[in-house]
């Protein structure tokens, strides 16, 4: 015959269900203790502190490593912003130094094209104007070469310069290069029609 262990189980149970249920009934002490009595015994009082401790340690925790996130994240946009300016600055430079270079390419070709005709001027005052003319070119050369420098030192020095400014200038050098090819290609010109 078969023993029927489900039956004998259920059995076990319920017999430890009743005699738990007469041992609370029997302690009222007990009744102070259990999660839906009114009052909080001793015991829940002081678990209930320790939690609120525990939480309220959680979230100050918490607080702090946002707060921390927070500034690194203000850091790192920061550092961003200063590399984008200074990346800003380079290309500003670099183009500057294109500028001037080209400048000082177009005062070296007109100076040596202005040679090769300079034989066939006869007139003593059509020599004289250009050499004039290229004196205002190799001007304009040495203008462009100083300016080429201001600006290198200034990229050099990019750190300590963008505290400062925002810009790359090539200073008066830079600016008067370009007006000295012009005023030098157009005193030779004058030279050539002189002659």
Sequence with gaps: ????WLGLV????GLGNMARGRKRSADPESEQLTAGGRALGPLDARLAGVMVAAL???F???SRRLELERE???AERLRAERALRLEQLRQAGEREIGRLRLVAGVAV???LGTLFFSARLVGGGARITVGVGWALLLAALASSFFAQTTVAHTLDRMDEASARRDIVDAGLAGALAPWLLVVGLAVIAAAVLIA
């Design 1 to 4: 015959m078969p023993i029927p």
């Design 10 to 13: 259920d059995l076990a149970l």
């Design 60 to 62: 100050d925790r918490d």
């Design 56 to 58: 309220k340690e959680v």
């Design 72 to 74: 690194q994240m203000e």
């Design 109 to 111: 070709a007109a100076w």
